[in-house]
């Protein structure tokens, strides 16, 4: 996994602010997000639920309904244009041929009453001005490209006569059919069984190969994010908390909240007798969001600056970032005083 | 495809059935003898009725020679209306009701689905607002109260106003057979159904625009009308067409309301004349009649869920 | 936005129509007869008449028809022996003349020449037949019982004898000979009536071939021989009667056109009045009448001659004791109903007989019997009330169960007698509500202990409205049984000196009145606006609305 951060970023976000205006009041859900994505690189966008990545992603492509989703500040720039600045039609030419997406529910994403083949050649005609039948057989070809067999009787069949799997990878089929540069997978595989997991994730990445596509993966699985990610960037309640090269925040993590989520993670052969490991707490509610750093209230390391202020995010090199109290050269006195050094996971990498 | 077709056509039947052998025996057992009237009959009077009606019969036969004539299309003869054989009544009746059903609804579900449309799109613009009003009014102004309104304000007093300045008058009283005595009747009628028009394409809308695979469009690209003209109305077109079927058959057997108010001789004035002078026959022949409309109604309705949604068809195939 | 100028010129387009539908004019309605401010050139006036029926006649057949609706169109299109002028004095029609023997029972009835609408001459043999047949034990007529002082005529209806045993004969094609088994002055009155009126033998024979009960079921399937002939019968919807040329007496008739419309409701029939589409109007409502009356229109108030009463279940518990009827009686406040309930013109009744019945010596009936009891008299129920709980051996007084339709009318009428009751004598009462069948039938079974019922009148005579009091009559719902009444009644019948006959009868209500078996309520008045377009129309106690030798003005 070689990593192209040399050439020019495909995808520059810079303190993205995004917030939802309901009837309780308004919903923070990103609070200022900063990453970019370099074409043929992907980048995990690793968080649980609720912790903003799919409205990040969604944003990118501007797929929230306006009201009541509001870009309140920063910027997005795809492919040299400012999307939060950006107007229908603009959106709508880099929809479908620039950006795609691939979603989570494979069973909801097709409509039901359209012949999948129609719904690939629907984005093919919409770019490319192209006969209907030449658009057709692009259709069918790319569902060969996706490995579902027949392609020719499948193009003519309805999503409700392809299995789980197969809809998937129907997803994927939309959403490349123009060969973008961009590849949004917002938790393609969490819906799938095991085996089929592993089979998308191969597809998608010999497309990638393929094609040279940068790939945002968005997921909660740490275990996923290992097999597809040259990047990583972990959100917490609306923020990057830390972000680097995949190998660095596996064997060299900061933040704790990231600790905590590589711990959390089972492996084959721990001992069974001792109870999974779990983060205590449960995120904030973005309504009214903490003034201090979100995960202050379940870190074992909390100060009382976590709580009154957000931390800022410390550059530890080589595109390695974290936003973390502990990071500051004044908590490393806290820390030698209170024991050896910050954090308790064996694999932790400590300040510098 | 054809097994739906015939289990759908076998369950219309088995209703049908139900139907009419419900509506016979609780014809039966209504209390009071029918030709009770007020001055009282004497017994061979009553004896001969009686046989001229075949009600001397015993209870199992007359059901089987009721049945007999309904398939063959007799629905019996009044009881009050002698002679008059209410197959007969209701055809001459029924060209009046589908005439004014027909218009109302070419007035009201186009207009209802567009406002419908256009309030889910729009979500808080003027179009929704307009439908909230609508529905807001449809729902709770009875359509005898808008009908007695209209019918003075605009049959009388206006009328009489343009009578006396422009020679004419605007807007006959009652009636029908001119394309002005149909505008109230038609308007009225036209506008009770089109609040439940509008809610009921709003809602569907606004259930499908939030559905993932709209997103999906989104994502490709798609102009807004493109989403909406291939995505979300045919996948919306199911719980409206739902609705459409039941609400055309009872349009089609008169609103028996703005029948009376407007003296339109129709099916709905028809009922209720048989149920105000317990003519059983012809409330048995009318219950039947709307019954084989909604049925039949239903059944296009189900044969155009088939059209709209091709899973339908398979699910069907797939079956054992 | 581009998209939204497509939905708008949409609906520009929905307005568009919407509105050209507005703007056509021109077209005649297929209701309502000529607009006001007609066409009619210098001097010459449409003479259409529009008339609501309000409902579809069931049927115009006189043979069968009890309902007024199917009268309103079976007496403009038949005209019988005899006739009622505009006092309801009878006069002569098919009839030119008639005989009577002196023990009058026999009488011979001379026809004039007149035809059916066809061209055929009416003759004796329509009667004979008509008579005969809706006397016929197979067809059922429902008016049977009114012949039945024709001799033969009720053991042949009830299927005891055979028809050669009815004293009806036809000598000749004009003359037709009755002959009677009691004296009765009212028959000549009888014969005016539809169920009296001739049929065609041959015509009917025709019909009933082609169809069973098709004889005047349609315009096609009648022959007339009125002032008026059916010309369209649009079925639910209206009907119109044009002049009959062939009527004996045409000469006297004005109108060339009778719109009769079936306007259901109400106020779309007012409505269409005070537009012109309709030359009279029923006031049916308080409501109207005021509307009416503030407009300036000319109301008529008429009796129909029914006289609503209360009717009581005799052999059931306190109501066998007279007393306590005429507590019921004396509590309740007539005047009070009818003004501020019924909101119409009906008078309070404090006897049975309606007033306009003349007797046979051209008295009013109703002034000799007088007044029979007061009217909300307070202090004389309460002393009733007394009299009877002691002759009851009752501490209490008892509760009463009161069987109505369930129609607004009723409703309120029961409401107001429960409440007046319960206020002046402590009776409670329990109100039932059935539909209208059901309740006639349980009424016929005599399953009821009170309930409200109406008389009309079916002859000019007070023997119409007494008769059913006697014991033995079929009409008798009450158990009513005295035998001084039933000596009074029965010499009525049968004797010829009509001022005895007259008197007998005042003795009788009276009798009938201080024994109190039903208590009279009201005698029932219309009300009905008259469009002053029209000349010569009235309305009577026993013709309806006529308007046969109406004219229009203007």
Same mark, same amino acid.
Not at chain 3, 458 to 461: E, Q
């Given at each position: 996994m070689a990593d192209d951060t040399s050439k020019k970023p495909l995808l520059v976000v810079k303190d993205l602010q995004v917030s939802f205006d309901t009837a309780s009041g308004e919903v923070q859900a990103v609070r200022g997000v900063s990453f970019h994505v370099s074409p043929g690189e992907t980048l995990a966008l690793v968080g649980e639920s609720g912790s903003g990545k799919s409205v990040t992603a969604q944003t990118i492509m501007r797929l929230n309904p306006e009201p009541p989703a509001r870009i309140k500040a920063g910027s997005v720039m795809l492919d040299g244009v400012e999307v939060t600045k950006a107007d229908d039609k603009t959106m709508q030419d880099l929809r479908g041929k620039t950006v795609g997406m691939v979603f989570q529910d494979p069973m909801t994403a097709m409509n039901p009453t359209m012949r999948v083949g129609r719904q690939i050649d629907e984005v093919v005609l919409e770019h490319n001005k192209i006969a209907n039948s030449e658009a057709w057989e692009r259709a069918v070809r790319i569902i060969d490209a996706v490995r579902i067999p027949n392609a020719a009787d499948r193009a003519r069949q309805y999503p409700s006569q392809f299995s789980g799997g197969m809809r998937q990878r129907g997803v994927i089929g939309i959403s490349i059919a123009n060969v973008p540069k961009l590849l949004i997978a917002d938790e393609p595989t969490t819906a799938l069984d095991v085996t089929i997991q592993a089979q998308i994730i191969d597809l998608l990445l010999s497309i990638q190969k393929e094609e040279r596509m940068a790939m945002i993966f968005i997921t909660h699985d740490l275990g996923v994010t290992a097999q597809v990610a040259h990047r990583i960037a972990v959100m917490y309640a609306g923020r990057i908390v830390e972000q680097g090269d995949a190998h660095t925040i596996y064997h060299h993590p900061v933040h704790p909240y990231t600790k905590g989520l590589l711990k959390s993670v089972p492996k084959p052969g721990q001992d069974r007798s001792v109870d999974l490991y779990a983060i205590e707490g449960a995120p904030p509610n973005l309504i009214d969001p903490p003034k201090g750093c979100a995960f202050s209230p379940r870190c074992e390391k909390c100060m009382r600056i976590c709580k009154e202020l957000q931390p800022p995010a410390t550059d530890l090199g080589h595109g390695h970032v974290c936003s973390c109290w502990l990071l500051d050269p004044r908590a490393k006195a806290v820390a030698d005083a209170v024991g050896a050094g910050a954090g308790t996971s064996s694999e932790e990498g400590g300040a510098r | 495809m054809l097994k739906y077709i015939a289990k759908r056509f076998g369950y219309s039947i088995l209703t049908l059935w139900v139907l009419i052998t419900v509506t016979f025996f609780l014809m039966h057992l209504l209390p009071g003898d029918p030709f009770v009237g007020d001055k009282p009959l004497s017994d061979s009077v009553k004896a001969a009725i009686y046989a001229r009606y075949g009600l001397d019969q015993p209870v199992y036969i007359q059901y089987l020679r009721y049945m007999q004539n309904v398939l063959h299309g007799d629905l019996g003869s009044s009881l009050i209306y002698s002679g008059q054989s209410v197959t007969n009544m209701i055809s001459a009746a029924f060209p009046y009701s589908a005439d004014l059903a027909l218009r109302s609804l070419t007035f009201a579900i186009p207009t209802g689905m567009l406002i419908g449309i256009m309030a889910a799109l729009h979500r808080g613009g003027p179009w929704d607002t307009t439908a909230l009003v609508i529905t807001a009014l449809g729902v709770s102004i009875p359509s005898f109260v808008l009908a007695s309104i209209l019918q003075y304000y605009l049959g009388v007093v206006f009328s009489s106003w343009t009578l006396a300045n422009w020679g004419f008058r605007a807007f006959p009283i009652s009636g029908w057979g001119t394309p002005q005595q149909a505008i109230l009747p038609c308007f009225i009628l036209g506008f009770s159904n089109l609040a439940e028009i509008i809610r009921m394409t709003r809602s569907s809308l606004l259930e499908v625009s939030g559905q993932d695979y709209i997103r999906t469009a989104k994502a490709k690209g798609l102009s807004e009308r493109k989403i909406v003209w291939r995505h979300i109305l045919r996948n919306s077109l199911c719980p409206i067409i739902t609705i459409l079927g039941p609400l055309i058959a009872s349009c089609l057997t008169g609103s028996f309301i703005i029948e009376s108010i407007f003296n339109i001789p129709g099916v709905g004035k028809f009922m209720i004349m048989g149920v105000e002078t317990s003519d059983y026959m012809v409330t048995a022949g009318s219950t039947i009649f709307y019954g084989v409309l909604i049925v039949g109604a239903n059944f296009i309705v189900d044969m155009l869920y088939m059209v709209i949604d091709p899973n339908i068809r398979l699910y069907d195939d797939k079956e054992a | 936005m581009s998209r939204n100028v497509t939905r708008k010129s949409f609906l520009g387009s929905m307005a568009a129509l919407g509105a050209l539908g507005l703007a056509a004019c021109g077209g005649t309605s297929t209701s309502g007869g000529s607009d006001s401010g007609g066409s009619g050139g210098a001097g010459a006036v449409e003479q259409v008449f529009n008339f609501n029926l309000g409902s579809e006649p069931p049927t115009a057949n006189s043979l069968q028809a009890t309902d007024l609706f199917s009268y309103y169109l079976i007496r403009p299109t038949f005209c019988g022996l005899t006739r009622l002028d505009e006092d309801n004095n009878v006069e002569p029609d098919i009839a030119e003349g008639w005989d009577v023997s002196d023990d009058l029972l026999t009488y011979t009835f001379y026809l004039r020449d007149a035809k059916w609408s066809n061209g055929d001459p009416v003759t004796s043999n329509d009667y004979l037949f008509a008579w005969s047949k809706l006397l016929d034990p197979e067809y059922g007529a429902p008016y049977s019982y009114i012949f039945y002082d024709i001799e033969g005529a009720a053991e042949y209806n009830m299927g005891e004898a055979d028809v050669s045993a009815l004293g009806i004969s036809a000598p000749d094609d004009k003359t037709l000979e009755v002959k009677l088994v009691n004296p009765i002055p009212y028959f000549t009155f009888l014969c005016t009536q539809p169920m009296f009126f001739p049929i065609q033998q041959k015509f009917f024979e025709d019909c009933e071939a082609q169809g069973e009960n098709t004889y005047a079921s349609d315009p096609d399937k009648i022959l007339s021989n009125g002032p008026f002939m059916i010309d369209t019968w649009e079925h639910n919807s209206k009907i119109v009667l044009k002049k009959n040329p062939n009527y004996w007496d045409v000469d006297n008739i004005k109108l060339e056109t009778v719109n009769l419309l079936e306007v259901a409701d109400n106020n779309t029939n007012y409505n269409m009045f005070t537009a012109g589409e309709l030359d009279i109007a029923s006031l049916t409502s308080g409501d109207l009448e005021d509307r009416a009356k503030e407009a300036g229109y000319d109301i008529r108030h008429t009796s129909t001659g029914a006289t609503y009463y209360i009717l009581l279940k005799l052999d059931s518990g306190p109501l066998a004791n007279a007393n306590f009827r005429k507590a019921l009686a004396y509590a309740i406040d007539r005047q009070s109903l009818i003004t501020n309930v019924l909101r119409s013109s009906s008078q309070p009744a404090l006897s049975f007989t309606s007033p306009d019945i003349l007797t046979s010596?051209?008295?009013e009936f109703h002034d000799l019997v007088g007044d029979c009891f007061k009217d909300a008299d307070v202090e004389g129920a309460k002393a009733a009330m007394e009299t009877a709980l002691k002759e009851l051996g009752l501490s209490e007084p008892p509760t009463l169960d009161i069987l109505i339709a369930d129609d607004d009318e009723d409703r309120t009428k029961a409401a107001a007698f429960q409440e007046t009751w319960k206020q002046t004598l402590g009776v409670e009462c329990n109100i039932s509500a059935l539909p209208r069948k059901a309740r006639l039938e349980k009424m016929h079974n005599g399953d009821y202990q009170v309930a409200f019922s109406a008389w009309g009148p *079916?002859? *000019?005579?007070p023997m119409t409205y007494l008769? %059913?009091?006697? #014991?033995? #009559? #079929? %009409?008798?719902?009450?158990?009513y049984e005295n035998a001084e009444f039933d000596e009074l009644m029965e010499d009525a019948k049968t004797t010829t000196d009509q001022a005895k006959r007259t008197d007998d009868m005042v003795q009788a209500e009276k009798t009938l009145m201080s024994d109190m078996p039903i208590i009279p309520l009201y005698f029932a008045y219309n009300d009905m606006a008259v469009s002053n377009k029209v000349e010569g129309f009235y309305s009577k106690i026993f013709q309806g609305e006529n308007y046969i030798h109406a004219e229009k003005i203007a």
């Open positions: - | - | 010596d051209g008295q *079916d002859y *000019d005579d008769e %059913m009091f006697m #014991s033995n #009559s #079929s %009409m008798n719902e009450t158990g």
